[in-house]
């Protein structure tokens, strides 16, 4: 009888547990090890997007996912000053016209849920990876810091979707390419007034711009400000701050007073860079442990799903029949998914270097939108690009 490989997934976020999921149906043997004790965090993006919704539905979990509370957008829009501008309109496109906005923590336990019907998948959480073991060159398990002490957990291959802040990526020596970001993010609640209709995605001042996510009862915002301005922003007093978001959003006015302290206020790092090789022996990474993204188009999180596919895609057929995860088997998942990245990671720093960063510097009154740029903007067709950009992304898989 065949033996299938093993496989410890490092990190239950959106890559991690598709990737769970995904290789557990296939008859592969899945540890996935997340180190909080519930996907409860606010610091998770909540945009699922047509490539995503397109993958819940191949896997059969669409309308389990359609049951969970979220809003739907088909527009994404932008304010400058007294003008608002659709600037992607997802009306018309197929088999999807919206992105879905779920809390992430409800989408992860749809798929925990979910693969938890197959014998060969594990979820051990407060399991938090702390080192990688070694035997010679190759990577044979990981050291997991777990409620019981430490503990071993060894595997035929380990893959690593920790995040950004990888602490399996820096216990390697694989190289990281630094593509750089002029801004920081500052993430914060505010209640939704009553008749707010959540449509409003975007507001472009001098100096700053903010993003409103609408997740019903209360928008989370993130607040864009240059690079290495947060500790200045603070310093001043926490007044001075309502009334910029009330100026940007004044139908917002009553909500900033539920900022009560900068502890309200969350500062979240903004960091775009990729590795140059995504894996060695024994170990894979994918998602944001292999290229962190800018917040921009809000496509980490669907990326890093189609990274996952990628590799399920790969490597079930091998895993799952007792075949060695190879470097040759590892290297077709980076030469699958790298084009992708490198082509939104080029658009998001294209438009942080030039269009964000304008705004960023600019002073006095907010920039407003070239009178050509509105002028095309009118035609329905041409909204629908970056829409199918954002939404569809580039290279999208399908699941095997």
Not at 47 to 74: C, D, K, M, W, Y
Request: glycine content about 8%; aromatic content about 6%; overall charge neutral.
């Amino acid at each position: 009888m065949i033996k299938p490989k093993s496989c410890c997934i490092v990190g239950g976020g959106p890559a991690g547990m598709m990737l769970g999921y995904l290789l557990a149906r296939r008859g592969v043997s899945v540890t996935v090890l997340e180190k909080h004790a519930d996907f409860l965090r606010d610091f998770r993006g909540d945009t699922v997007h047509p490539s995503t919704l397109i993958a819940l539905q191949q896997i059969g979990l669409l309308q389990r996912f359609n049951e969970l509370p979220q809003s739907r957008i088909n527009r994404l829009s932008v304010r400058m000053g007294d003008v608002v501008q659709t600037v992607a309109d997802f009306r018309g496109l197929a088999p999807f016209d919206y992105i879905a906005l779920v809390p992430q923590w409800d989408l992860l336990n749809l798929l925990a849920e979910a693969a938890k019907q197959f014998p060969h998948f594990t979820l051990q959480m407060q399991h938090e990876a702390t080192a990688l073991l070694h035997d010679g060159d190759r990577v044979i398990g990981v050291n997991a810091r777990t409620p019981n002490g430490e503990r071993e957990f060894r595997a035929d291959l380990i893959i690593a979707c920790d995040g950004r802040g990888s602490t399996l990526r820096d216990s390697t020596s694989l190289t990281v390419e630094e593509l750089g970001a002029p801004m920081d993010v500052l993430w914060f609640k505010l209640p939704k007034p009553p008749a707010s209709n959540g449509e409003l995605f975007g507001v472009i001042g001098a100096g700053t711009a903010i993003v409103l996510i609408d997740r019903n009862d209360y928008f989370q915002v993130a607040y864009i400000l240059p690079k290495g301005s947060d500790m200045e922003l603070r310093s001043a007093p926490l007044e001075k701050f309502r009334q910029t978001l009330a100026s940007l959003v004044p139908e917002l006015k009553d909500s900033t007073a539920a900022i009560q302290s900068w502890d309200d206020v969350k500062t979240l790092e903004v960091k775009v860079d990729r590795l140059k090789t995504w894996h060695q022996p024994g170990l894979l990474l994918i998602g944001d442990a292999a290229h962190a993204m800018s917040p921009i188009g809000g496509v980490g999180i669907n990326l890093a799903i189609q990274d996952s596919i990628a590799a399920a895609n790969v490597l079930a057929p091998v895993l799952a029949v007792g075949g060695e995860p190879n470097d040759a088997l590892l290297s077709q998942v980076q030469r699958r998914r790298l084009p992708a990245v490198k082509k939104v990671q080029a658009l998001q720093l294209a438009l942080q270097n030039n269009a964000l960063s304008a705004v960023l510097a600019a002073k006095g009154e907010a920039p407003k939108i070239p009178a050509p740029i509105r002028w095309l903007l009118k035609f329905r067709i041409l909204r629908n690009i970056p829409a199918r950009i954002i939404g569809y992304g580039f290279d999208r898989e399908d699941v095997e």
